[in-house]
């Protein structure tokens, strides 16, 4: 049974930085590419960052170019993505999504396994 767990969201004041980490298990960790989500109440789910099995092919969104970073570690099976500079509107639920195939767009729907979730809050 493949499990997806997302962690170190929290409170954070504006221009911080937050780590999120996002965990898989029952499956082989290196051979998925993984992505990050984030979604807002009233907004469709967007994706913000994506790696490919290479641990070189990535991809950021406009809204988080040279502010976020995502890097994986096969040894500990986890997704990280460093945050900084936050402002009010990175205030999100962020997701962590796997899939067999290499993304090509970021989009949701290229993604099989999804976690829960982790929320962040960036206060002003």
């Known amino acids: 049974q493949v499990q997806v767990v997302e962690s170190g969201g929290g409170e954070v004041q504006a221009g911080g930085s937050l780590n999120l980490s996002c965990t898989a298990s029952?499956?082989?960790?290196?051979?998925?590419?993984m992505g990050w989500f984030r979604q807002t109440p009233g907004k469709e789910r967007e994706g913000i960052s994506c790696i490919n099995r290479d641990r070189i092919t990535t991809y950021y969104s406009d809204s988080v170019k040279g502010r976020f970073t995502i890097s994986r570690d096969h040894a500990k099976n986890t997704l990280y993505l460093q945050m900084s500079s936050l402002t009010a509107e990175d205030t999100a639920t962020y997701f962590c999504?796997?899939?067999?195939?290499?993304?090509?767009?970021?989009?949701?729907?290229?993604?099989?396994?999804w976690g829960q979730g982790t929320h962040v809050t960036v206060s002003s």
């Open positions: 999504a796997l899939d067999l195939l290499n993304f090509a767009d970021c989009s949701d729907d290229e993604f099989r396994y």
């Open positions: 029952g499956l082989t960790f290196d051979e998925y590419a």
